[in-house]
Every structure is written in structure tokens, then in C-alpha cells.
């Protein structure tokens, strides 16, 4: 006698039913993911990358290299021969820090970024604050009358600040604005 299986597989239903539920479970995770995000957070370490980066290009290059915030709230890498350069015009722009991929376009973005309050300074361009200047031995320079340089980034919800010391050492950390 020959053994006949029955029907063997799932129906159709059964394979529209479990794709179904998949599809309910990812789009609550990617909005549970959406909720998790803190571009204020993702942009303070794009900055901190960003002063580390300045600090080695600096020791490499040996000449001095700085971060400045501009009046328009953009971050301009520059460089110069030394931190005491006391003109605008001894200091030349390498680039911008790239915030775009954080504020995904939005406009205004999520976030403002601030320092403390500065005097002004002749080798800064009109409405720019200092955040640091790092020497060709990768030690900080920081605004006048500042211990450390910093940047703070802000939300309506959440606040995060990069502070740089004399020393060149950097860290990020919350804090209640």
C-alpha cells in the first residue's frame, strides 16, 4: 500500500496574516527607534569629533588650528601659524563641521548651539565666538577670561556640552540649561 501526504505548506491566508503582524512589529520599533534618537546628542559628539580632529590636524601640521561658532550658528574649522594671530585675515577657513545628516533639512534645526560670552576679539570674524584654539603640542587656548572652551548644544527638552581644557583633553556631558 502506498503512503499518500496530505497537503502539506500554508495557505495563503496563514502567509498574509504572519506578514501582516511582521509589518505591525517593525513600524513599532522604528517609531520606538524615531522616540530614542537625540540629534542635540549626535551633534555634540559631531563636534567633539570634530575638536579632536582639529587637535590632531594640528599636531600633525604644526601650526595652530581652531574651532569657531558663527553668528549664523554654523562651525568653521580654521587655521593659522599660531593661536595669538591677532588679525581675521591671518586665519584661513579649511571647512565647515557638517550638521545637515542631524538636522535632516529641518529648518529651523532641532537644536541651537551657544558658548559663554566673549569680549570681542579682533581675529574673530564679526558676531563668531571662539570655542577652542589647539597649538601645534595639542594644548587648548580658550577664550579670554575662560577656564575651558565650550559648546553647549541645546533643545527644548535635552542639553548637552563639549568642553575642551587648557590641557587639549574634551568631553561631553548632559546638563540643566
Given at each position: 500500500?502506498?503512503?499518500?501526504?496530505?497537503?502539506?505548506?500554508?495557505?495563503?491566508?496563514?502567509?498574509?496574516?504572519?506578514?501582516?503582524?511582521?509589518?505591525?512589529?517593525?513600524?513599532?520599533?522604528?517609531?520606538?527607534?524615531?522616540?530614542?534618537?537625540r540629534?542635540?546628542?549626535?551633534?555634540?559628539?559631531?563636534?567633539?569629533?570634530?575638536?579632536?580632529?582639529?587637535?590632531?590636524?594640528a599636531?600633525?601640521?604644526?601650526?595652530?588650528?581652531?574651532?569657531?561658532?558663527?553668528?549664523?550658528?554654523?562651525?568653521?574649522?580654521?587655521?593659522?601659524?599660531?593661536?595669538?594671530?591677532?588679525?581675521?585675515?591671518?586665519?584661513?577657513?579649511?571647512?565647515?563641521?557638517?550638521l545637515?545628516?542631524?538636522?535632516?533639512?529641518k529648518?529651523?534645526?532641532?537644536?541651537?548651539?551657544?558658548?559663554?560670552?566673549?569680549?570681542?576679539?579682533?581675529s574673530?570674524?564679526?558676531?563668531?565666538?571662539?570655542?577652542a584654539?589647539?597649538?601645534?603640542?595639542?594644548?587648548?587656548?580658550?577664550?579670554?577670561?575662560?577656564t575651558?572652551?565650550?559648546?553647549?548644544?541645546?533643545?527644548?527638552?535635552?542639553?548637552?556640552?563639549?568642553?575642551?581644557?587648557?590641557?587639549?583633553?574634551?568631553?561631553?556631558?548632559?546638563?540643566?540649561?
Amino acid at each position: 500500500m502506498k503512503y499518500v501526504a496530505p497537503n502539506a505548506g500554508f495557505t495563503l491566508i496563514e502567509m498574509l496574516v504572519v506578514i501582516a503582524i511582521i509589518g505591525i512589529l517593525v513600524a513599532i520599533s522604528y517609531i520606538n527607534y524615531m522616540q530614542l534618537r537625540r540629534p542635540e546628542r549626535e551633534a555634540a559628539q559631531v563636534i567633539h569629533g570634530a575638536l579632536l580632529n582639529l587637535r590632531a590636524d594640528a599636531m600633525q601640521n604644526t601650526d595652530a588650528r581652531r574651532l569657531i561658532l558663527n553668528a549664523d550658528g554654523s562651525l568653521t574649522r580654521q587655521r593659522s601659524l599660531s593661536c595669538s594671530q591677532a588679525t581675521a585675515s591671518g586665519w584661513t577657513n579649511i571647512s565647515n563641521v557638517n550638521l545637515d545628516e542631524i538636522t535632516q533639512g529641518k529648518v529651523p534645526p532641532p537644536f541651537t548651539l551657544s558658548t559663554v560670552a566673549q569680549t570681542a576679539n579682533t581675529s574673530m570674524p564679526s558676531g563668531s565666538r571662539l570655542i577652542a584654539c589647539f597649538t601645534p603640542r595639542g594644548q587648548a587656548a580658550v577664550p579670554a577670561g575662560a577656564t575651558t572652551g565650550q559648546i553647549n548644544v541645546q533643545s527644548s527638552t535635552r542639553a548637552f556640552r563639549v568642553e575642551v581644557a587648557l590641557g587639549g583633553g574634551m568631553r561631553i556631558y548632559a546638563f540643566t540649561p
